[in-house]
């Protein structure tokens, strides 16, 4: 008698990242939301029955995307600033003029709620189209509380929309609001004592960033609202080291930050401090790339010091558009020096590590979730280079079929789910 499951995957020519190496040839069983069991062929066959089938032969399948740095609700669009710089423009330079930041603040006070809803729900359906699977999705560009709120709510009405795991962050520190700027200690009280401990009764965020960079929030002001945001039970993330070495990393080693993102100008002091409080280094090098620096993060020397990476798209308004994390990974690869199997793996089990889920997703293992994206290429070499052309064959998302290129049809929590593959 063989167990009926919802879906099978079949004699797929490799399969990774994993706990094991299955070799060429192997099926997974998925059910219920969840991988059930993962082996040679022939012996899930024999006793599997899927409801649905996908034929894997010379195809690579990979687990999906876990994108764990985003800034994907915004009110606006800021190209104008893009053409500024390519013409010779400087991020800081035009974020001092009052544009950046400050510039989709006042874009985003400006929309609705719903309008920020409707403006992000396309970004984020290329984005599961492309293999992500679970995506982090801060707020930052409101602040003020009632825009924040806006925000996060926006960002919890997506979570309800979408068939895959979206996390929220609540980033009220993201820059001094113009309003604040005669009064830098204001703002920052009014962070720890007036938003977070909304954000929390609401349960609107489950982590607290702050951009700790030179001109923006400084290593006090980080702890304190890292802190603040701890008091209530949010998880913190630092923005560290990204323009300039501004302490970043010391700050997420001292509160404990699950990640330090971005770590452009890391210092060899900060490495060792990430290292001795376990806290994720997660490298976005779109950002580099968009804004047109040469100083990526020094990946080697982070995993020579026995890190292991993340990397996500950081996908925002102004520093960096990108939306893929195939394309991301290609960009490691590239820019970083990463292998195209350590870029795969950053993608997946780092950015799982870096929202503290690595016991749910990350991986193609038996009992987590069916998170998985079948590729039209045998392995990662190829997936890697040609990064910017692949698109996945399927895309699964807690065991749910939510991209299917042959349909291009993108499957929401509103559309069935029995198109053809
Ligand atoms: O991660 N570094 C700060 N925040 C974003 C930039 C956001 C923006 O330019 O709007 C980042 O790169
Ligand atoms: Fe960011």
New binding site residues.
């Given amino acids: 008698m063989k167990t009926s499951v919802d879906l099978m995957i079949e004699n797929v020519e490799r399969l990774f990242p994993g706990h094991k190496e299955v070799c060429k040839g192997a099926s997974v069983a998925v059910d219920g939301g969840r991988i059930q069991a993962i082996g040679p062929a022939q012996k899930i066959a024999g006793l599997f029955d899927g409801t649905r089938t996908l034929d894997g032969r010379g195809k690579l399948l990979t687990a999906g995307f876990v994108d764990s740095?985003t800034?994907l609700v915004?009110g606006g669009e800021?190209s104008g600033e893009f053409v500024l710089r390519c013409a010779g423009g400087d991020?800081e330079q035009i974020?001092s003029e009052g544009g950046?930041?400050r510039?989709?603040v006042r874009m985003t006070r400006a929309a609705t709620l719903q309008q920020l809803v409707d403006s992000a729900r396309p970004r984020l359906q290329r984005m599961m189209a492309a293999g992500s699977t679970t995506i982090e999705i801060k707020s930052?560009?409101g602040l003020d509380l009632e825009s924040e709120l806006k925000m996060l709510r926006a960002i919890r009405q997506l979570s309800e929309e979408f068939p895959i795991e979206i996390v929220s962050t609540f980033m009220g520190a993201?820059?001094i609001p113009d309003e604040w700027r005669h009064d830098r200690a204001e703002y920052v009280r009014i962070i720890c004592e007036q938003m977070i401990p909304q954000v929390a009764r609401e349960g609107l965020a489950e982590f607290c960033d702050v951009?700790c960079?030179r001109g923006?929030f400084d290593s006090q002001e980080s702890i304190q609202i890292l802190q603040a945001g701890q008091e209530h039970g949010l998880k913190p993330k630092v923005?560290a080291d990204?323009?300039a070495a501004s302490g970043g990393s010391q700050v997420a080693a001292q509160v404990g930050a699950v990640s330090a993102?971005?770590l452009m100008e890391v210092t060899a002091e900060g490495i060792e401090a990430l290292k001795g409080a376990g806290v994720v280094p997660t490298l976005?090098p779109g950002?580099t790339f968009y804004?047109r620096k040469s100083g990526y993060a020094p990946a080697r020397s982070l995993i020579d010091a026995g890190l292991e990476i993340a990397i996500a798209t950081?996908r925002?308004?102004?520093?960096?558009t990108i939306e893929s994390m195939l394309f991301i990974a290609g960009l490691s690869v590239m820019h970083l020096g990463l292998t195209p199997s350590e870029a795969i793996v950053a993608a997946t089990r780092g950015g799982a590590r870096a929202l503290g889920r690595e016991a749910q997703c990350g991986t193609i293992e038996e009992g987590k979730r069916a998170d998985l994206i079948l590729w039209d290429v045998p392995d990662e070499d190829v997936l890697i280079h040609e990064f910017a052309n692949q698109v996945p064959h399927v895309v699964c998302a807690a065991g749910r079929i939510v991209f299917d290129s042959h349909t291009a049809i993108t499957d929401r929590s509103d559309l069935t789910s029995d198109q053809g593959v």
């Fill in positions: 740095h800034h915004f800021r991020y974020a950046g930041i510039a989709s930052g560009y993201h820059e951009f960079e923006v923005h990204e323009l993102d971005h976005l950002t804004l950081d925002n308004p102004g520093s960096c």
